[in-house]
T-cell receptor, first 113, second 110 residues
Framework: GQQVMQIPQYQHVQEGEDFTTYCNSSTTLSNIQWYKQRPGGHPVFLIQLVKSGEVKKQKRLTFQFGEAKKNSSLHITATQTTDVGTYFCAGTLGGTSYGKLTFGQGTILTVHP | DGGITQSPKYLFRKEGQNVTLSCEQNLNHDAMYWYRQDPGQGLRLIYYSQIVNDFQKGDIAEGYSVSREKKESFPLTVTSAQKNPTAFYLC?????????FGQGTRLTVV
């Protein structure tokens, strides 16, 4: 079945350092989404990428979707303590926009002040 | 106040008992999902439903059952056949892009 792999599993950074998490799918995706889960909380939607090679920015966060629509990355510039949490990518297969939504294992980000 | 409600937040059961986790949404979303979260393993899909009276198995459906009799409700039953039921269970609903999650139910089987 479809697999979505995410690395690294853990990342510890000093405040102000950059952070990147990578997502790879075994199959071509219709779209890729990114979610953030704060400690003790539930996942919250950040962004969706749909087009091959798409790049989107949200303040210090930059999201990319690969040309083959099989990989994606999330880059945070100059991390802050508020960035702490688990970042998940999630991919949708098939033609529908609300079909099977498969999550990666997540990257747990710790930011040391 | 729109959203997804999961209840209860914490649930304890004895081994061998079936238990049903509630998930209700008033967002009028067609699709609903159940995920299981274990430390270091991310979110694993148990079951999902794209429309009332229809649902599909996810990646780890064994030992679980669901129903979708109403658009608003997607209860999950953890049966005694599930070998390691202790986990954090998250329900989500979705229409088009964004999946909205409930607060989760932490199930402990002793």
């Amino acid at each position: 079945g479809q697999q979505v792999m995410q690395i690294p599993q853990y990342q510890h950074v000093q405040e102000g350092e950059d952070f990147t998490t990578y997502c790879n799918s075994s199959t071509t995706l219709s779209n890729i989404q990114w979610y953030k889960q704060r400690p003790g909380g539930h996942p919250v939607f950040l962004i969706q990428l749909v087009k091959s090679g798409e790049v989107k920015k949200q303040k210090r966060l930059t999201f990319q979707f690969g040309e083959a629509k099989k990989n994606s990355s999330l880059h945070i510039t100059a991390t802050q303590t508020t960035d702490v949490g688990t970042y998940f990518c999630a991919g949708t297969l098939g033609g529908t926009s609300y079909g099977k939504l498969t999550f990666g294992q997540g990257t747990i980000l710790t930011v040391h002040p | 106040d729109g959203g997804i409600t999961q209840s209860p937040k914490y649930l304890f059961r004895k081994e061998g008992q079936n238990v049903t986790l509630s998930c209700e949404q008033n967002l009028n979303h067609d699709a609903m999902y159940w995920y299981r979260q274990d430390p270091g393993q991310g979110l694993r899909l148990i079951y999902y439903s794209q429309i009332v009276n229809d649902f599909q198995k996810g990646d780890i459906a064994e030992g679980y059952s669901v129903s979708r009799e109403k658009k608003e409700s997607f209860p999950l039953t953890v049966t005694s056949a599930q070998k390691n039921p202790t986990a954090f269970y998250l329900c989500a609903s979705r229409q088009d892009v964004v999946a909205f999650f409930g607060q989760g139910t932490r199930l402990t089987v002793v």
